[in-house]
């Protein structure tokens, strides 16, 4: 059902959502579908003056017998538009339909017993070996460690397996390369353990703006300064300077908490909003949990995206792996999370001397709590 765009017009487009504004998911998956992500995000910015950002319409405030009708029109006008026929059931399925595929029904269901999400066994195998969701989890709590910590039970559960404060927390100097860097050497440890599976981890080339059947999610368009920040990223040729160095852009890009960009380069914290944009509470996968969203295939879409921006930004600043600081952020990064051993030394990488897990028990579900719903991650929502 994929068809080019052709002479499709994406503001004319986005003038069918605002006279259907209760169609506007529908439209915005027939686009999807039809024109692909960049061609979407063509249609949301024309209009984001305009209705297509607004709320939907419920189908309440209309009458049935209406509802129908404007349904028809705004989907026979977009078909126009991209040139393309579609299977009403198809178009009208709406978010819940994508959604509860990954997961089971939206509506409460058991989920199957195969997640479409989940990556292939043999690596789920080697990330629950080595504890990697308990020490994701840690890294993250470690540098929100004030907020963390005013819950007692999170404190006694934090003393009981060595965590500490992390010297640099979220949105500090310092902690933007500790991000970027850990991720990275997640990536990498995994492709280099994983070869045939290396694909999986390379990110998507644009992230996607609303929901489809690949990556499950909310078909509402993504806020104006998210869907700037991912311009931005996307070119940052024309933004790089904006940015004195890996630090900088890594806060930026991570969390609302570090200091003030200008609104011209949209949201701080894309990667915080990301996580809860494609959260799914009924997955047992879901992106909002870091002990498990490791687990889940948009977890590294997400992240090996970031890293291929992170290497278009260090090009343009024409950075080096030499480079003392980014060899000591690496080694830092994976000594931080004893990962397991490496398969295969590679430069700017060593192993934590642990070799393994340094968890004895799952994290209880007040401390995945805080991330979810408290946390920065929490707060990003």
């Given at each position: ?119 292939p066994p043999e690596i789920v195998a080697y990330e629950k070996k080595y504890d ?100 931005t990223l996307m070119h940052l040729d024309q933004h790089a300077d904006a940015f ?138």
């Amino acid at each position: 059902m994929l068809a080019h765009a052709g002479g499709a017009d994406p503001s004319a487009i986005a003038k069918v959502i605002s006279h259907h504004p209760s169609e506007r998911d529908q439209i915005l998956n027939l686009v999807q579908t039809s024109a692909g992500n960049a061609f979407t995000q063509q249609v949301v910015a024309a209009g984001q003056a305009a209705t297509v950002a607004a709320p939907p319409v419920a189908a309440a405030d209309a009458p049935k017998d209406q509802s129908k009708k404007r349904e028809d029109a705004g989907l026979t006008a977009v078909d126009e538009q991209l040139g393309v026929k579609t299977d009403s059931k198809t178009a009208s399925a709406g978010p819940e339909s994508t959604h509860a595929s990954a997961s089971g029904s939206a509506h409460g269901s058991p989920a199957k017993k195969t997640d479409p999400l989940m990556m292939p066994p043999e690596i789920v195998a080697y990330e629950k070996k080595y504890d990697m969701g308990n020490q994701h989890l840690e890294w993250h709590t470690e540098r929100q460690w004030d907020s963390f910590i005013k819950d007692p039970s999170n404190a006694a559960f934090a003393k009981k397996h060595g965590w500490k404060r992390a010297a640099a927390q979220e949105g500090q100097k310092g902690n933007g390369l500790e991000f970027l860097a850990m991720h990275r050497s997640m990536i990498q440890m995994m492709k280099a353990t994983f070869p045939k599976d290396s694909p999986l981890f390379d990110g998507w080339d644009t992230p996607p703006l609303i929901g489809d059947a690949e990556n499950p999610g909310p078909s509402t368009p993504m806020t104006p300064a998210a869907l700037k920040a991912i311009d931005t990223l996307m070119h940052l040729d024309q933004h790089a300077d904006a940015f004195a160095d890996d630090d900088e852009f890594g806060i930026w890009l991570e969390t609302s908490l570090g200091p003030a960009h200008s609104p011209d380069l949209g949201m701080a914290g894309l990667h915080n909003y990301m996580h809860n944009r494609l959260a799914n509470d009924k997955s047992p996968i879901t992106m909002g949990d870091p002990t498990v969203n490791i687990e889940n295939k948009m977890f590294w879409r997400l992240h090996g995206w970031i890293d291929k921006r992170w290497d278009a930004f260090r090009a343009l600043k024409k950075e080096t792996d030499e480079q003392p600081e980014y060899e000591q952020a690496m080694k830092d990064a994976a000594a931080g999370m004893h990962m397991g051993p490496m398969p295969m030394p590679m430069k700017g990488m060593e192993m934590g001397t642990s070799g393994g897990a340094t968890h004895s028990e799952p994290a209880p579900a007040h401390v995945r709590e805080f991330m979810m719903n408290g946390g920065s991650w929490g707060d990003a929502k």
